[in-house]
């Protein structure tokens, strides 16, 4: 029984009247008619009694009206469900993000999401540091990544959704310390802790830059899987670390003094990135919701990413490399 002929069936069931159900329904008489002797054929049962005076439902027009009227509300339902996945109001995303550096950026997108597309379910994939988020979003595992990159490969586009500040955290006793700005020339004989790196990857490729500004050719010592390990390392005197204002809000580090350089390598962005170009309604909607929520940050096309330039100014171009803090 096809949907046609089951709302057809039920007007019928409910006006016994063909001139009247005919009127309802915005068809001829004559195509109603055709259309219930096409069913009880199919059907291989008589579902109403005809008289020139009256209709009536059978014992099997009677056990029918149910089953129609299940049909008839599921395929509304099925209509409804299609048209909010295809409107963005209801699916899956999946999005990672690198931890508690960048949680309350996550938190605030999540509480837009909810607030402005409650059907959207939105899955959270910590520790992703922003290196293997990327690749993970290259390969589709992953639907959007919250992260920091200098170089985006051309086949993803991001919004910025903040910008943060170069620091450098040392020990408090750290003879540097009481310095309130630290100069490149300083961190000559440094021994350095860092994250995973790479080509790209945005922390060491500032630390690259703070060493062509001083001279120095940083001598890394451990390199931390994370940003909480990280300064774990730099508390327990081990080394010195290149970070982010945005590690140092989040995390706790009582033994640990922040500074700025003296020197603009420039501001870090951290980035809402997905595939270039994707179709999926549900992630199209979370990169609205995050345009709403952070103020409808710069949006970069594939391939683009903003490079801290060799000199005190910041300039963009287009880049291959991808990774990130």
């Avoid at 949907?3 to 069936?9: K, L, M, T, V, W």
């Avoid at 910025?160 to 040392?170: D, R, S």
């Amino acid at each position: 029984m096809e949907i046609r002929e089951a709302r057809a069936f039920l007007v019928l069931a409910d006006e016994l009247h063909f001139g009247r159900t005919a009127a309802r329904l915005h068809m001829a008489q004559s195509v109603l008619s055709r259309l219930i002797q096409r069913l009880e054929e199919q059907l291989v049962v008589q579902l109403f009694e005809r008289s020139t005076r009256s209709v009536t439902l059978t014992p099997a027009g009677e056990a029918l009206v149910q089953p129609a009227r299940e049909l008839v509300t599921m395929s509304e339902r099925v209509s409804e469900i299609v048209r909010r996945a295809s409107a963005g109001e209801t699916g899956r995303v999946r999005l990672g993000f690198a931890g508690a550096s960048v949680g309350h950026l996550v938190a605030e997108l999540m509480t837009g999401s909810r607030r402005e597309r409650p059907g959207l379910t939105v899955e959270l994939e910590s520790s992703q540091l922003s290196r293997p988020g990327l690749e993970r979003l290259q390969d589709g595992s992953l639907d959007l990544v919250v992260g920091r990159w200098d170089f985006l490969p051309r086949e993803i586009e991001s919004r910025v959704i903040a910008q943060e500040e170069l620091l450098v955290a040392l020990p408090s006793a750290h003879r540097l310390a009481r310095h309130p700005q630290i100069s490149p020339q300083q961190l000559v004989d440094e021994a350095w802790v860092v994250l995973p790196g790479g080509s790209g990857a945005t922390l060491s490729h500032r630390l690259h830059l703070l060493g062509r500004h001083g001279r120095f050719v940083p001598r890394i010592v451990h390199t931390a899987p994370d940003s909480a390990t990280e300064l774990l390392l730099v508390e327990a005197g081990e080394g010195i670390a290149l970070t982010l204002s945005g590690v140092r809000d989040s995390l706790p580090s009582r033994g640990i003094a922040f500074r700025p350089l003296t020197t603009d390598l420039g501001a870090v962005a951290v980035r809402l990135a997905f595939r270039a170009g994707t179709a999926d309604p549900a992630v199209r909607a979370v990169i609205e919701v995050a345009a709403l929520v952070f103020g409808g940050g710069e949006r970069h096309n594939a391939a683009s990413a903003a490079q801290p330039a060799s000199h005190s100014s910041t300039r963009s171009r287009s880049a291959s490399s991808s990774g990130g803090a």
